[in-house]
């Protein structure tokens, strides 16, 4: 295998992070607790270090090649996924500082952790053949789980780690078996070889079998339904930054892998997953808000509203081959990360005794506590349920574009519906806030956790407001089908 | 008598004392046979009904995903019977 510096230097953020992580740990075995905000500190200091390597890369001539023997590229999508997860993390140390320097754990080993998953991720999205993505996905899984169970005499946070665990291997089983079969009848693992053999070859029921799997496997890290029963549990036993962060991150890793699969390696088939698709999509959504109307601990409610996102996003994935094509779900992922990351901030803004805001009532009267806070939560919740001029809004309106255009204007009238129904319990948190008594003092939070709320806010609004810089932006990144 | 009256009423209680461990180890083996085995279950059925019907592959298709569906909330539930109940360590 020719590597050239070339090469490195497109993995250099990925390179970057894992030193970076590295010596957070190591720091962190010869400091005491007093140190924990300069490790975050630091954290901050190396995500906004590889923010800088990958905006650099944006403009560097060698890359959308495949690297390391094509096991790897870096093209405009990859470096889309790759700020906006690095985004995620920031702000998610941002959002820890205060949560993680109450408890009585090491910091050094959650930013460290952080760092790890957040490589997984940037390798995951520039994975080009099937072996790099799966050793990727397992390096993010394997520091998930232990970021999930990091509040380790919490029972709950053991239990959603021991969940996530056991059925994250599970799902990665599906996914290896779905590998192997593949790697069996095509005796390669390159999604653009992968392509090419398909190309003149008749499918098989063994193959389609084995492509099923995989999208088992990585529906399993969507959260979607049938394979999303684990997220409730996950989101309400972690640590809430730690939950934050799983709404976002390693979706956003798990959309970007999903769509360059079966875009990249197995486009003649898209008659069979975009069905596939199609019918989970609208499943989970239907499913996820329904499932979400029940709810009074919020954590568990925003799961379920994160689960029935992952119904609409996956609507992005059946513009194949149409003048959309991916455009909609890249669209509606740069809104989704800072709409849902703002809500769950806003959650650990509410925390009390380790767990914030466990139910509805928790909200109570928050706009006479602190009114700022309360206005912020509307954008979210405004943003989520998709009403203008909200980036929630323009992140579905493209989604359903897409689904339109693609043929599938049931889903998109199925999805409408959805959205409407998920008025009802995201307004049931907007009327506790304004319409319910205060309980307890004026509410004050510190000013990392106040920088990600109002980054998340701003985000939120401006892309709402002026979406056209964005959009245009994006739709040079989209994966051309073949 | 008496004297082994109480062994083995102290060996029963002992049994009971251990048995939930064996319980969960043998619901644990189960869950990890029944997942692969729902999946080709749901395959096979999936096909059987593609050809009866005549509608083509995509009932196999949907067969196995329903089967890792029902293989994933058969290990969910058997986690689930684990919980503590919210109790601390």
Redesign the interface.
Known sequence: MKVSASDWLLLSPELFLTAAGLLILSISAFFDKAKEEFLAFLTLLFVGVAIGLVAFLSGYGGRGAPIFAGMFIVDNFAIFFKLLMLVSIALTVLASIQFVGRAPYPAGDYYALLLFTGVGMLFMVSGNNLVSIYVALELMALSSYILAGYFKLEIKSTEAALKYFVLGAFSSGVLLYGLSLVYGIAGRMGLPDLAKLFESQAKSNLLLVGILLILAGLLFKIAAVPFHVWTPDVYEGSPTPVTAFFSVGPKLAAYAILARIFYVGFPKFHADWGLIIALVSAATMVFGNVAALLQTNVKRMLAYSSIAHAGYALMGVLGFRTEFGLWGILVYLLAYTFMNFGVFALVVFLETKGYAAESVADFNGLARRNMTAAVVMLVFLLSLAGIPPTAGFIGKYYLFTSAMKAGYAWLAVLAVLMSALSLFYYFRIAAAMFFSEAEGAPLKSSYALTAAVLICAAATVIVGVAPQPFVEMLRACVIKAP | MRDQGAINRKSEIENRKASPRYAIVARASAAGVI?PLS?VAG?LLG?WLGKAVGWG??P???G???G??A???N??RL??A???G????
């Open positions: 997942f999946i395959y096909n592959d995509a196999a298709l949907v196995a995903m329903l890792a569906a293989g994933f909330w290990l969910y986690l689930r684990l919980d503590s919210g109790k601390r360590f």
